[in-house]
């Protein structure tokens, strides 16, 4: 190895070294520093999440204290009533009428008044005949009030809970009678308490918290472990052992821990009381790509200025070198230079002055050099330029090809880009197997929700339905409001048969789904979930592009797609209705019902059409085929009315008896 090039390497490797060193302490320190910075604001959201909870148990409490007065002042003034009606002579449908009344125009929502015996004979629920027990097995919650007609309690408050009846949270009041002994219970909708401990307690404490990105996840937990809340709407994965090892030794010691992981920082703080007893812990779950990529920015530029120490030490130990170096050795790294495009006519200056041999090589190597740069200094140009603008027509072309994406469907795009179909008016007969699908009473669900409810829920609803339509191959035609307009058997096809399968499996599975999202949906509080009719057909149908030159639509049109039509407004909600042709090609798979004929307009003749019951589960059906010359055969034991066969078989070789 030569001198220069051992002192090159030598410079190098030490400045090199030591300003990498340096980076990584200071790394390290910035870390450390972020690190205890996370776990100083872990512990103060827990005490904020302390605080929230303190807050969300004493507020409904009083709200409810406050309203137990009025609904005693309430049942008071109605024992008052009720003795003036009677000794007034009203009858009792006029005094019900009276106390219905008072329940439609007042806060009071419910109004029980009962005779000596406990039976409520006066009350605001007409359709419900219950008498007051003094057995708790018999009535948990009611029973409490019989202590009224006795005169043990002269007023029952109880507190906001779950009625027996149907499960909704009501508050009851009750007082004596003041004539003779009875009870006047008043009852109140305390839905709003629940409502009211969701906006100040710690759920919407955890959503405030989240909406602003600096958190990814917060949950809090009891001493049981048991998750008190979590991160709500805004959505996390949940806690890992990792994270629950130091959650349980936090609650054992209240001493806060943080758990490092590939893009977030969990810290784990001690939720404390007002006598600073350890109730709980908070985990909350911090992003730590910006502090990943501030080190990061603080690596590149350790980086940055060891490359340039490194470089200032090669040009000071080259500089030693072309003093003790021959002339020639300068012309061989200006060889090297032009053969990596890094010529420069100084490096050669001193070369060129000389008078020799010599000084007339390397006058004529720095002209030949500097021709060939300028020549590929300008093709290089040239190629960049062509290369810049193919880039910029490409990353046009990209974001265009992206945005039609989301107004076509898949199949569609495809056949598009691929070029196997041309945009241009033209359409065909195809035997395709057409879905439509409605959500039953929409007009009424829309009437008890609010825009952004319904826009959410709606949205949800379509974006599912496209997911598992896209799943089985699908071609989807349209949204129409809350309708979907789908087929199968183009552009792309498997064959009849199994696209009326294929759209058959994807019918069940969608109606399957909406089973979950109901259940989500009421879990929510909403009172009328989406209910959807299907109607499935198969027929032959005119598909294509239709329009005009410069707006078309790729869509579906004809009798069939009628017919699929009111099948689904033929449904019930909730279920599958399909005509005979798909039952046909599918019945070896599904259970079906037939159902009464619909007259189409349109059609000559009655459809036959079949309710889906689900798959078939029991075992494979024996199928009995036999032809003959002017006759075929086909029956299906698992599905066919062996009676109705019988008959028909027997009215049959009736015919064929030879006539005399």
């Known amino acids: 190895m030569k001198f220069t090039t051992r002192l090159i390497l030598l410079v190098t490797v030490l400045t090199v070294g030591a300003t990498l060193l340096t980076s990584a302490l200071l790394s390290w320190t910035t870390k450390q520093a972020i690190i205890s910075g996370a776990e100083n604001s872990g512990e103060r959201v827990a005490r904020l999440l302390a605080r929230s909870a303190s807050l969300a148990t004493s507020i409904p409490a009083e709200v409810e204290a406050v309203i137990a007065k009025q609904m005693v002042a309430q049942g008071a003034i109605l024992a008052q009533f009720v003795e003036a009606a009677e000794r007034a002579g009203y009858s009792t449908a006029e005094i019900n009428r009276r106390l219905k009344r008072l329940t439609e125009e007042t806060e009071i929502d419910e109004i029980w008044i009962t005779d000596e015996k406990g039976h409520a004979y006066l009350r605001t629920e007409s359709n419900v005949d219950f008498t007051f027990s003094n057995s708790p097995q018999a009535q948990p919650q009611a029973y409490a009030f019989h202590d009224l007609l006795t005169g043990k309690r002269n007023v029952v408050i109880q507190d906001a809970r779950k009625r027996e009846i149907d499960n909704l949270h009501f508050k009851y009041v009750g007082v ?245 179909q041309v945009a241009e008016i033209a359409s065909e007969r195809k035997k395709l197997t057409i879905f439509l699908s409605d959500i039953a009473d929409f007009s009424a669900t829309t009437d008890k929700l609010e825009s952004e409810e319904l826009t959410a829920m709606l949205n949800r609803y379509l974006a599912e339905m496209a997911q598992i339509a896209l799943k089985h191959g699908a071609t989807i035609d349209k949204y129409v409001g809350d309708a979907i307009l789908a087929f199968f058997g183009d552009p792309e096809s498997r064959g009849v048969r199994e696209d009326a399968r294929a759209c058959l499996l994807m019918a069940i599975e969608m109606q399957a789904k909406l089973k979950e999202l109901e259940l989500e949906w009421m879990g929510a509080g909403t009172e009328r979930p989406f209910r959807v009719r299907i109607g499935i057909n198969t027929g032959y149908c005119t598909v294509g592009n239709f329009g005009s030159p410069d707006r078309m639509d790729y869509t579906i049109i004809g009798s069939e797609v009628n017919l699929a039509s009111r099948l689904e407004q033929s449904c019930e909600p909730g279920s599958i209705l399909i005509s005979h042709v798909t039952w046909s090609l599918v019945n070896d798979i599904i259970d079906a019902e037939e159902c009464p004929p619909l007259n189409v307009k349109g059609f000559s003749e009655p459809v036959r059409t079949y309710a889906v019951r689900g798959l078939k589960t029991a075992a494979r059906s024996t199928i009995i085929r036999r032809e003959l010359t002017g006759m075929r055969l086909f029956i299906d034991t698992a599905t066919v009315d062996r009676s109705a066969v019988q008959q028909t078989l027997a009215q049959v070789a009736e015919q064929l008896q030879p006539q005399s």
């Open 176 to 420: 004596p009678g003041v004539d003779k002994p009875r009870i006047v219970q008043v009852g109140h909708d305390a839905r709003f308490l629940e409502l009211l401990a969701m906006k100040i307690g710690l759920p919407r404490t955890v959503e405030n918290l989240l909406a602003g990105g600096d958190i990814n996840a917060v949950w809090v937990f009891d001493r049981k472990l048991d998750a008190i809340v979590g991160p709500g709407s805004y959505g996390a994965e949940k806690p890992n052992e990792a994270e629950m090892a130091p959650v349980r030794d936090v609650i054992a010691d209240g001493k806060i821990r943080h758990v490092e992981s590939p893009g977030s920082l969990s810290v784990i703080a001690p939720v404390q009381n007002d006598k600073q007893q350890v109730i709980g812990a908070a985990l909350v779950r911090l992003p730590m790509d910006r502090v990943w990529a501030f080190v990061q920015k603080q690596v590149e530029i350790s980086a940055a200025i060891a490359s340039a120490i490194a470089a200032l030490g090669i040009v000071l130990s080259i500089g030693v070198a072309r003093y003790q170096a021959a002339p020639l050795r300068e012309i061989t790294r200006a060889a090297a230079a032009v053969e990596t495009k890094k010529f420069d006519p100084a490096l050669l200056s001193k070369v060129t002055e000389r008078t020799d041999e010599l000084g007339q090589l390397a006058r004529v190597f720095t002209s030949m050099a500097s021709q060939v740069a300028a020549r590929e200094e300008y093709l290089d140009s040239m190629v960049q330029q062509r290369t810049e603008e193919l880039e910029n027509r490409n990353r046009s072309l990209e974001g265009l090809s992206a945005k039609l994406s989301k107004y076509l469907s898949p199949q569609v795009y495809s056949s598009i880009f691929s070029g196997s």
